[in-house]
């Protein structure tokens, strides 16, 4: 028995790979930047908008506040303090909408990558592959698959 359990442990295959690296290499990763991009701009836009309404407002309020009736100032202040409130609304659901959308077109780029190295590991008969980056030490005997998963994922 002793002398079977280091034949099968030596009869495993180990490999690895830098999942981020191949990740940021992937065409389809670039593409969802430049939509992620126009989307984050889009909002970017609005909420500038939205800002300068606001300041326009309040700069309209201090001009004028020294005329104003007691009344008026406090319809005033609650409008200020309304837009300043739709504002971080907007902001937050804004910075939600985008996480949302990223994590929508990013999934099937994650699948098709796990896919890929599934494949990889089952035709070539690795028994383990780990992801680099998080590795400590990675022993001469392991085997580097990324160059097998690009070409197989299409990458160069």
Do not use: W
């Not at 389809?28 to 800002?51: H, R």
């Not at 409130?85 to 939600?96: C, G, K, N, P, S």
């Amino acid at each position: 028995m002793m002398l079977i359990l280091p034949l099968a442990a030596s009869a495993q295959k180990f490999g690895h790979i830098n999942t981020q690296e191949l990740f940021t290499q992937m065409p389809e990763v670039a593409k969802i930047k430049l939509k992620m991009d126009t989307i984050q701009g889009q909002y970017e836009n609005q909420l500038a908008s939205m800002n300068e309404e606001i300041q326009k407002k309040a700069q309209d309020y201090q001009a004028q506040e020294a005329t104003m009736a007691d009344a008026v100032k406090q319809i005033r202040q609650q409008e200020l303090q309304e837009m300043q409130q739709r504002i971080q609304l907007f902001y937050q659901t804004a910075e939600q909408d985008i996480q949302k959308k990223q994590q929508e077109l990013l999934a099937p780029v994650h699948e098709r990558m796990s896919k890929a190295i599934k494949t990889v590991g089952e035709r070539e008969g690795y028994t383990y592959i780990f992801d680099s980056a998080a590795m400590v030490h990675i022993g001469s005997d392991a085997h580097d698959v990324t160059p097998a998963v690009k070409k197989e994922l299409g990458i160069k």
